[in-house]
């Protein structure tokens, strides 16, 4: 479905229905923004077999973007997962991501910090990990954790050994105007940036923490700590919600997922996606003159079997 053949068919109607879908999640309107006006358990109206169809097909047009990007390696894709545990960001990532190919497409999940890691300001590891031109970066948690778990434990913040006068109750909101300089920096250097936030709800959430005990292919992932956490839930909310305000930038707009099921998620962040890649307008290197001769050339030149001289 090319942009290029929207000709007032069935394609239009569809461009119009995505374009209505993202607005619906985008935040564009950050002052005004409220985690509680979004319900975690939308669905904005599918059924999950229409969703999923409409997932394939986009994962199908992913894969074409990808090799345009990649092809016209010009510019590079950052996408930020953000969710607490068990929100999906892991399936998201395996279900949604299928259709990329692995040249050309980095995942890197961010943990608690090494100790190398805190003797350097905030954005410096996630600086080092991000996607060079024509590649697809995945974010699996991020650089916004500075202002997420470090500000519910602040602790944390004492690890980081900042000098002491720098430590203010500004503390946040510079950690947010740097996240936007950062990002703003990016974007006029070729990166375009997708920012989701993966909410779901607390019962959701004890409901699949649950069912890890049980699973035995995700018992791993149990931790003590991920159900201790859970008493601090409104503390995180909170967190969320003044981050995506202070966050949210016309360049580098937040989409709070519905993600309580996470085939409404899958489809949605596959829909923005595409979306996104879409207005990169992607193509394939044209060959100039000059080049198109030495097309030619190299084609009479194997086609009768000699080499180039
Ligand atoms: P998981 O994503 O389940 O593998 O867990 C990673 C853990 O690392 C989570 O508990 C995050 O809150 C934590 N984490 C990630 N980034 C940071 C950070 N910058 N500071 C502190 N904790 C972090
Ligand atoms: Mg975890």
Redesign the pocket.
């Given at each position: 479905m090319r942009r290029g053949s929207r000709n007032g068919d069935a394609s239009e109607a569809f461009f119009m229905r995505n374009g209505r879908l993202i607005r619906r999640f985008r935040i564009d309107n950050p002052r005004r923004f409220r985690l509680a006006d979004h319900d975690p358990a939308e669905t904005a109206g599918f059924e999950k077999d229409v969703a999923e169809s409409i997932t394939l097909a986009h994962v199908q047009r992913m894969t074409d973007l990808q090799q345009r990007l990649y092809a016209q390696h010009s510019w590079a894709l950052l996408i930020i997962l953000q969710g607490v545990?068990a929100a999906g960001?892991d399936s998201a990532i395996k279900r949604v991501m299928v259709g990329l190919n692995p040249q050309g497409c980095v995942v890197h999940?961010?943990?608690?910090?090494t100790a190398e890691e805190l003797d350097h300001d905030?954005l410096w590891r996630a600086a080092r990990r991000l996607p060079p031109r024509g590649d697809i970066g995945i974010f699996?948690?991020s650089?916004y954790?500075?202002v997420?778990?470090?500000r519910v434990?602040q602790e944390?913040l004492k690890a980081q050994r900042l000098p002491p006068g720098l430590v203010t109750r500004r503390i946040w909101d510079e950690r947010f105007a740097d996240v936007n300089a950062f990002e703003r920096y990016l974007l006029r250097n070729g990166t375009a940036l997708i920012k989701f936030h993966l909410r779901i709800s607390k019962e959701e959430q004890r409901r699949r923490l649950l069912a890890r005990l049980n699973d035995p292919s995700k018992v791993w992932?149990a931790?003590m700590?991920?159900v201790a956490?859970r008493k601090l839930w409104t503390k995180h909310m909170v967190a969320y919600e003044d981050a995506i305000r202070n966050t949210s930038t016309p360049e580098a707009p937040w989409y709070v997922v519905p993600a309580d099921h996470k085939w409404f998620a899958r489809m949605l962040i596959a829909t923005v996606i595409v979306d996104v890649l879409d207005r990169l307008h992607l193509d394939f290197p044209k060959l100039d003159r000059a080049g198109q001769r030495q097309i030619q050339r190299m084609r009479d030149a194997l086609r009768a079997g000699w080499s180039v001289k």
């Amino acid at each position: 479905m090319r942009r290029g053949s929207r000709n007032g068919d069935a394609s239009e109607a569809f461009f119009m229905r995505n374009g209505r879908l993202i607005r619906r999640f985008r935040i564009d309107n950050p002052r005004r923004f409220r985690l509680a006006d979004h319900d975690p358990a939308e669905t904005a109206g599918f059924e999950k077999d229409v969703a999923e169809s409409i997932t394939l097909a986009h994962v199908q047009r992913m894969t074409d973007l990808q090799q345009r990007l990649y092809a016209q390696h010009s510019w590079a894709l950052l996408i930020i997962l953000q969710g607490v545990d068990a929100a999906g960001k892991d399936s998201a990532i395996k279900r949604v991501m299928v259709g990329l190919n692995p040249q050309g497409c980095v995942v890197h999940p961010f943990k608690v910090p090494t100790a190398e890691e805190l003797d350097h300001d905030f954005l410096w590891r996630a600086a080092r990990r991000l996607p060079p031109r024509g590649d697809i970066g995945i974010f699996n948690r991020s650089y916004y954790e500075e202002v997420l778990v470090v500000r519910v434990h602040q602790e944390q913040l004492k690890a980081q050994r900042l000098p002491p006068g720098l430590v203010t109750r500004r503390i946040w909101d510079e950690r947010f105007a740097d996240v936007n300089a950062f990002e703003r920096y990016l974007l006029r250097n070729g990166t375009a940036l997708i920012k989701f936030h993966l909410r779901i709800s607390k019962e959701e959430q004890r409901r699949r923490l649950l069912a890890r005990l049980n699973d035995p292919s995700k018992v791993w992932k149990a931790s003590m700590a991920d159900v201790a956490e859970r008493k601090l839930w409104t503390k995180h909310m909170v967190a969320y919600e003044d981050a995506i305000r202070n966050t949210s930038t016309p360049e580098a707009p937040w989409y709070v997922v519905p993600a309580d099921h996470k085939w409404f998620a899958r489809m949605l962040i596959a829909t923005v996606i595409v979306d996104v890649l879409d207005r990169l307008h992607l193509d394939f290197p044209k060959l100039d003159r000059a080049g198109q001769r030495q097309i030619q050339r190299m084609r009479d030149a194997l086609r009768a079997g000699w080499s180039v001289k």
